[in-house]
């Protein structure tokens, strides 16, 4: 099938999310009160929270999906922290279960304003045509305000979470 062909076939998928997650910072400059190790400098839990998105996907159903994502994730308990997350994403998908990736580009919009880098994996379970459960596995690289020993921080973090996705293909 040619380019045009395949192309001419493709059609429209769109998605929202709803995720709980929490992750682990590994590197914990302000020593926060969560380290999971013996001392202050050992890596600790972040905050839980919320991540909220949509995507939009051009593509075939068992065929790669390609497309753009905007991710919104607000903590739930301590420090009160915005991040919005625009993102390429891509999907692999049958009837019953789906893999996608995606990369962005996180803007931290409270309290400091920052930015960083930030890869996801996610796998998905159809529980009906449109909606699934999912889960995530999301690294990320923020470059963070400093302290007194560092003008800038970069703070590693691996997170997972837990969701579900509702999904509609605009079929022909």
Do not use: C, H
Not at 65 to 83: N, P
Not at 85 to 99: C, Q
Not at 131 to 151: F, P
Request: no cysteine; aromatic share 8%; proline share 6%.
């Amino acid at each position: 099938m040619s380019a045009r062909e395949a192309l001419r076939r493709a059609v429209p998928f769109v998605m929202a999310s709803g995720f709980l997650g929490m992750g682990l910072r590994f590197n914990n400059p302000y020593r926060l009160p969560t380290p999971l190790g013996s001392t202050a400098e050992s890596v600790s839990r972040t905050s839980g929270y919320v991540d909220v998105g949509a995507a939009g996907l051009y593509g075939r159903a068992g065929k790669a999906e390609l497309g753009l994502a905007l991710r919104a994730s607000f903590a739930l308990e301590g420090v009160q922290q915005a991040v919005l997350v625009p993102a390429a994403m891509g999907l692999w998908r049958t009837p019953r279960v789906g893999a996608y990736a995606r990369a962005g580009v996180p803007i931290v919009l409270t309290p400091d304003t920052t930015w960083g880098l930030e890869g996801g994996l996610g796998g998905l379970l159809f529980l009906t045509g449109g909606v699934a459960l999912a889960a995530e596995i999301v690294g990320d690289v923020i470059w963070g305000a400093g302290t007194w020993e560092r003008k800038t921080t970069t703070y590693p973090i691996l997170s997972a979470q837990m969701g579900i996705v509702v999904a509609y293909e605009v079929l022909p």
